[in-house]
């Protein structure tokens, strides 16, 4: 298990969301207007996959077990499902925000596809992101692969829920690759 500095103490956690967000020039009033809820990292995490670079993604305990199960049955049934994505600390996700700044991309453009550090599901370790083989990941066209539709008849009985879908009421994107684990279980502060 990977324990998670900082995470018992709400105070801090908050300083280090406003830090971050001021550093990368994201003031509150831009994304106010939506109701996005601010996301703890969890105390423990445990490594779940590690892909073909090497990398290790990590969830918690719960959703990965879920994430196996649901994993192997996919397999079953003839579809792979391709862990690219999963937690995300505040500076991974600000890292992530970082490079798209680089890009040139505005703020605005940004929040559309991408939560402000604080405000990610994947803060929670129970957060995933699906691709499937000929299909790159993060592109709307997940949503035609069969993996796709297996999650969509399947994932619930796993306790995964697509998170973004069309016209959510967070204002993000439609995001077909992005599934949570137990969203009534998240830990939210």
């Not at 994993?71 to 600000?94: E, H, K, M, N, T």
């Amino acid at each position: 298990m990977k324990p998670m500095a900082g995470a018992s103490h709400s105070d801090e956690f908050l300083r280090r969301v406003e830090a971050l967000l001021a550093e990368l020039g994201i003031a509150r009033e831009r994304f106010a207007h939506r109701p996005l809820p601010l996301f703890r990292e969890p105390a423990h995490l445990v490594v779940v996959e590690t892909d073909a670079e090497g990398r290790e993604h990590w969830l918690v305990p719960e959703a990965a077990a879920a994430w196996r199960l649901l994993s192997a049955a996919a397999a079953q049934d003839g579809v792979r499902l391709i862990l690219v994505s999963a937690f995300r600390s505040l500076q991974q996700q600000a890292e992530i925000i970082r490079w798209k700044l680089s890009r040139g991309l505005s703020v605005e453009e940004i929040l559309l596809g991408s939560a402000p550090p604080g405000y990610s599901e994947h803060h929670t370790g129970r957060a995933v992101d699906i691709s499937s083989p000929g299909c790159p990941p993060w592109e709307e066209a997940f949503e035609h692969t069969e993996a796709y539709r297996w999650l969509s008849r399947h994932a619930d009985s796993f306790g995964f829920s697509l998170s973004f879908p069309h016209g959510n009421p967070y204002g993000y994107v439609f995001e077909p690759w992005h599934w949570c684990h137990e969203e009534e279980a998240r830990i939210v502060i």
